[in-house]
């Protein structure tokens, strides 16, 4: 069974760096054709996909947030980390990492993706 859990600070202040990282246990983030994604739902919104690292090491980000936005892995530690730049209250949201075998698609359904961790919530606030 495949487990995934998100950590982080819960609480950020507006302009500052979220770094939040997840760790996998029960399958290896570099088996091949897995893809490891960054989802977020903030309040009164549906989900948000934000990127992906893909088993090989490759990633890909939702255009609106690219800019400010990287996820990096530790193959050693089986975890991969969203870092999200500049942070704004609209970037307040629950913050999930999931498995899937696609990238999903930008407003994903929960189906898309087969494993999810229980979510985190981040709230940017001074």
């Known amino acids: 069974q495949v487990l995934l859990q998100e950590s982080g600070p819960g609480l950020v202040e507006p302009s500052q760096t979220l770094s939040l990282t997840c760790t996998v246990s029960g399958a290896s983030i570099t088996t091949d054709k897995t893809y490891w994604n960054w989802i977020r739902q903030s309040p009164g919104k549906g989900l948000e996909w934000i990127g992906v690292?893909?088993?090989?090491?490759?990633?890909y980000y939702i255009p609106s947030l690219k800019r400010r936005t990287s996820i990096s892995r530790d193959t050693a530690k089986n975890q991969f980390t969203l870092r999200l730049r500049s942070l704004t209250p609209e970037d307040t949201a629950v913050y999930y990492c999931?498995?899937?075998?696609?990238?999903?698609?930008?407003?994903?359904?929960?189906?898309?993706?087969?494993?999810w961790g229980p979510g985190t919530q981040v709230t940017v606030s001074p």
């Open positions: 999931a498995r899937s075998a696609n990238i999903p698609s930008v407003s994903p359904d929960r189906s898309e993706c087969d494993a």
């Open positions: 690292i893909t088993s090989a090491g490759y990633t």
